[in-house]
């Protein structure tokens, strides 16, 4: 869940960007 | 869970608008037919969010929550406005309701001789079993609703205490900072988001 | 120079040193600063001190620690192999700060410029001499912004210390050129091996100097901004080149607090007085409204 709003839907490379972490 | 439920029976789940028994007003339930449960549905609504869901971005930050509810909050609603009556009634004419029909729903739940005698009297005519309101059994059933909140806000961890705090920062030991009581104001006003205003108000009494 | 701490995460800062050489704690030393990546737009910007005993200086010039900025970036290499050579009377240190860093500090929501993050990288650094025993008695700056605050500031957070902050110091003292000439082999070096974080597929490294204006560095952006995540953290998205990018080829962002012209929900002032119009929703209970749940 993103605390910003990206009004579109679309693929992302997430994988590639987003390295989630505690 | 949910995805198995709906291919054993068919439209196993449902969702339904039925009455939210604290406003009188429509929401929106999940109705587990092959498990003959009901589901709150609540929405996660701030704005500005997103989601990452795999390798997509998806706007619109909504999330909806499935949450097991006791039918009886909706059937006593039902009861209580069947009350002016005065009379024992049959089910099928208690629960009925022309803006939210589907409310017959409830009608098919298996456990429903169990449950009713927690809020109604009843009576058996001819081996058909006519129902009334009974405020004081449903004060004690609430009771025990109250007491169960209660256990379950304190090993939750639930932040209860009187003086706002914004939850992101509750402190490790607030449970002992914590009264007694406002477990149970706490608790009393959750239950009393699932049932009219007027019990309520018998209930913190009570 | 070793810079495999930077390799393993370049996203924050990572401070490097020499050794103190051993005269420079008893001895009273001449301390140079400056830094190398101010104006790129991609990879990180890099501030150094060198220093050595004021007795030494004669040696060090000998270096030919020129200007750096006429050197070739083999000629510093050279150069700062033969600086850490001479260990026994010269001493360095760095600070590498990750494109990262600087974008999230000129972006944050309080905002801390690239001029104060250099003044206080730079304050940073000799106060790192200092701790280590350095008997610092001049200390000599290459300008970042204004001179004489930047110099009023450095007296100030340095009492005892001759402090001189100058425009092209580089090409007045040799221990600024010094180390000007360790933060560019940093600089070449980080740049050269940048390990992005990024998995990304097409990924070329012939990004061109960084400069905004090289025509290379240009391109490469161009080639690799992606419409939702910007660009990799190689690049400074704080910089005027990569924001119009931005703006051109991603996809828009809402933040919460961005002035929004609905600010729905609040009613008109006279709605709160004739309080009969205005049903007042009953509120759902304080569990769900401090988890923002609410009815469907």
Known sequence: ?22 | YFKDASKKVKNGLTFVKLVNPCTGEGAIYLFNMYLQQLFEIKVFKEKHHSWFINQSVQSGGLLHFATPMDPLFLLLHYFIKADKEEKFQPLDQVVMDDIFPNCILLLKLRELEKLLPHVTEEKEIGNKKYYKYSKEKTLKWLEKKVNQTMAALKSNKVNVSAHVQSTAFFSSCQASSDKEDDYIRYAHGLISDYIPKELSDDLSKY | MDLNMLERNNTGRCRLNSPVPAVCRKEPCVLGVDEAGRGPVLGPMVYAICYCPLSRLADLEALKVADSKTLSENERERLFAKMEEDRDFVGWALDVLSPNLISTSMLGRVKYNLNSLSHDTATGLVQYALDQGVKVTQVFVDTVGMPEKYQERLQQHFPGIEVTVKAKADALYPVVSAASICAKVARDQAVKNWQFVEKLQDLDTDYGSGYPNDPKTKAWLKKHVEPVFGFPQFVRFSWRTAQSILEKEAEDVMWEDLPTGDQEGLGRITSYFNEGSRTRPRLPHRFFQERGLEQT
Do not use: H, Q, S
């Open chain 1, 1 to 22: 869940l993103l605390p910003c709003e990206i009004p579109v839907n679309r693929p992302a490379p997430v994988g590639c960007f987003f390295t989630p972490a505690i």
